[in-house]
């Protein structure tokens, strides 16, 4: 068995596994910013109900500095 042609057969195999994760990984990542940016996982409603579940009565000011906040931490 010649050894020289299995090990670089071998690295091909493995070259493009890796290649491939990096390429899926990167898809995958560009998919959920897309989606998250399309459907926010918090929005006035909730951020209301969660101020008044404290003891909290929100002013409209207070909801939207909170809205900024989260649009730039998600950003």
Known sequence: MDWVAFLLDLLKVLGGVVIGAVIGFLIAKKYMQKYIKKNPPINEQMIKAMMSGMGRTPSQKQV???MKQM???MD
């Open 64 to 66: 939207n500095q909170m």
């Open 71 to 73: 649009t730039k931490y």
